[in-house]
Structures are given as structure tokens and as C-alpha cells.
């Protein structure tokens, strides 16, 4: 699967022979792709059973999509998509996130935005993004938001919030109204 470690290892091999200083300048891979590489052959060893990844491109490890499939909860049953992307300052900000499926939760809007602590590159509460954080910690982040992190009492959907607040069954409805028209 990553074909960037494969064409990193291979290259390290080829400039170790090579003597022309300009060949070393065109091969030479960023830090985050370096990380990158690491860090997507650990995720790929503890992935949550409930996620899938993806890379649409093998050689660019820095965009892949995250399925996460909830077995338990409001959500269970439906298949929510994220977009993931690693910014050149990667591990120094966090990864942008955005959910692609369409959902009523209180942590994530209709358009996409999500609101979970570690992907903030500044957190009053501590629990921010950090350069010892990795994609293992998104992903494991993203899962939860669908079981223990779902969080009612800090919401960026306010009006999913309050919707669970004053009817918790019609919220339930709703959202299998959503999973049943846009999480399938």
C-alpha cells in the first residue's frame, strides 16, 4: 500500500550511490512526508474496526478519506466520509478535517465543519493540537465522535444540540432520517 515509503527507501538507496549533488536536490522529501510515512503504517495497524482509509493517490499520503462505519449509538448503521488533509507545516498544525457526509450531530455541521479539541490549533482546555499528536489521534478522535466524544453541552451544531435537549426521540428519528438519506 504506501508506495511513498517504497519510493522513499528506494531513493534513500540511490542517493546513498549517487555523486551528483543535483539529483540529491530533486529527490528530497519534505518532513512531513517523511512523518507521514510512519505515522499511516502505524494508523494502518490500529485502525479502529469500525474505519476504513483511503488514498486516492498512493504517492500523495498527505489526502486520504476516512470512513467510519458506527456500530453502536444514534448512528449506527450509517457510513460517514471524511476528508483529510495534511498541510505542508504538519506536525507543527493539526490536519484539516471536513465531513463529507451530510449529518444531524451536535460536534459536526451540515456543511461539514467538525468540532473536536484535538484538531483546534489552539485549545484553552489543554486538549489542542500538539506536534506528539498524530494521524493515529485524528482518526481514533473521529471514531469517537460517534460514541464517547459525541458532546451535547459544547456544541458547534447548536440547533442538533438543542433538538437532543428538548425531544431525544425525535432527534433520534431525525438522525436516521439523515442516515437513511445521506449515510448509505
Known sequence: MLTLASKLKRD?????????????STRRVSVRDKLLVKEVAELELNLPCTCEVKFPDPNKLHYFLLTVHPDEGY????????????????NMVPPKV????????????????ICLSLLREHSIDGTGWAPTRTLKDVVWGLNSLFTDLLNFDDPLNIEAAEHHLRDKEDFRTKVEDYIKRYAR
Not at 12 to 24: E, H, Q, W
Not at 75 to 90: K, L, R, S
Open 12 to 24: 534513500d538507496g540511490v542517493k546513498g550511490r549517487s555523486s551528483n549533488p543535483t539529483s540529491d
Open 75 to 90: 448512528y449506527q448503521n450509517g457510513t460517514f466520509q471524511f476528508e483529510i488533509e495534511v498541510p505542508d507545516a504538519y
Open 98 to 113: 471536513k465531513c463529507l457526509t451530510r449529518i444531524w450531530h451536535p460536534n459536526i455541521t451540515e456543511t461539514g465543519e
